[in-house]
């Protein structure tokens, strides 16, 4: 049953993590053991049930500590053969403005406000070089930023992609 | 890859269903047997298609606050990729083609750490370490989005 909360009533929304959570996000980060239940095996390595493994997992993504279990898929497999980063010098009070149209394009999957005269900073990824510029300049006109304002940044090589973030801080175990 | 792939792919992409056979219940929506989707995942994982399946984490969330871009002007010779993509907290690290007088920076990283001084001392520590004298650390004060660089459904990040 839900009860609505009363008006004036503090609603909590922190979520209390306790170290098995922690062990738990390090386990989901590495690869999925593709059996048909998957939880199980998460569940043994760390000494959890199934059904706590499943437990804690569903209260994390409620929370919104995961955002959700997916697949890593290979960029060059997709025809996604070019990258560049690239960064606009845009003033303080027209910076959402600005991001929400580079925003809008599907090609920027990454896009950051930095602290630094160059105050966005965006991925744009393409089949070609000559493709990334394209858009580009597309954005460049729609956002009225000019080449004095941008640098972009193509990629030569990229040394490591692996976005995972240790939980259990190193030198431990993470248990008491 | 087929349609089948691709349907199996988009599925994935919504996130795993948390219940206890989720490939199972990806068949029921598919009405293909557990064991193909399985198979199937298996041989796009051989082919290289999908690198592997994990949890995405909201970092800040436990604790990880600090993000920051490092772009490096690395010294004549310097050679040092792997050592600089094992520092804690580094994500990502790139070569990249710089902009002559004007940006000279040509290696970047990303860095996650706890909080910004940790970042910097890990920074500075390898500045130091490897004679790297110009580099600049940019932290984001704003995601402004962030979502998976391919994504079979190009409809970009579904809410929560």
């Known amino acids: ?176 | 890859m087929d349609e089948t792939d691709r349907a199996i792919l988009r599925e994935l992409e919504q996130g795993l269903p948390l219940v206890q056979q989720p490939f199972a219940e990806i068949g029921v929506r598919l009405g293909i047997p557990e064991e193909e989707i399985l198979t199937r995942i298996r041989k796009m994982k051989e082919r290289g298609i999908i690198r592997k399946i994990r949890a995405r984490i909201n970092q800040r969330d436990i604790g990880i606050s600090a993000n920051a871009l490092v772009a490096w002007n690395m010294p004549d010779g310097w050679d040092g990729f792997s050592r600089l993509a094992d520092l804690p907290g580094v994500s990502h690290c790139y070569l990249r083609r710089p902009v002559p007088g004007k940006w000279e920076y040509s290696v970047y990283t990303v860095h996650h750490n706890r909080t910004e001084s940790e970042v910097y001392s890990i920074v500075s520590q390898f500045a130091a370490e490897e004679g790297i004298c110009d580099y600049q650390v940019l932290f984001s004060t704003e995601e402004l989005k962030r979502v998976p660089a391919v994504r079979i459904d190009q409809t970009g990040e579904r809410t929560r």
């Open chain 1, 1 to 176: 049953m839900f009860i609505p909360a009363a008006r004036g009533d503090t609603i909590t929304t922190q979520t209390e993590i306790d170290p098995i959570d922690l062990r738990l996000l390090d386990a989901l980060q590495d690869d999925l053991p593709l059996v048909p239940r998957p939880w199980k095996d998460i569940g043994v390595q760390i000494g959890l049930s199934e059904r706590e493994c499943l437990q804690r997992i569903s209260r994390l993504k409620e929370s919104g500590i995961i955002r959700n279990i997916s697949p890593v898929l290979e960029s060059r497999r997709f025809g996604l053969n070019a990258g560049s980063l690239i960064a606009f010098h845009v003033p303080d009070s027209s910076i959402h403005e600005v991001a929400g149209i580079i925003n809008s394009y599907p090609e920027v999957s990454h896009n950051y406000r930095r602290d630094h005269h160059y105050s966005i900073w965006f991925t744009i990824a393409g089949g070609t070089e000559e493709e990334i510029e394209s858009t580009l300049s597309d954005i460049q006109k729609r956002t009225g930023i000019s080449d004095e304002d941008m640098i972009s940044l193509p990629t030569i090589r990229s040394y490591k992609i692996d976005v995972r973030f240790r939980c259990i801080p190193e030198g431990s175990d993470g248990r008491d």
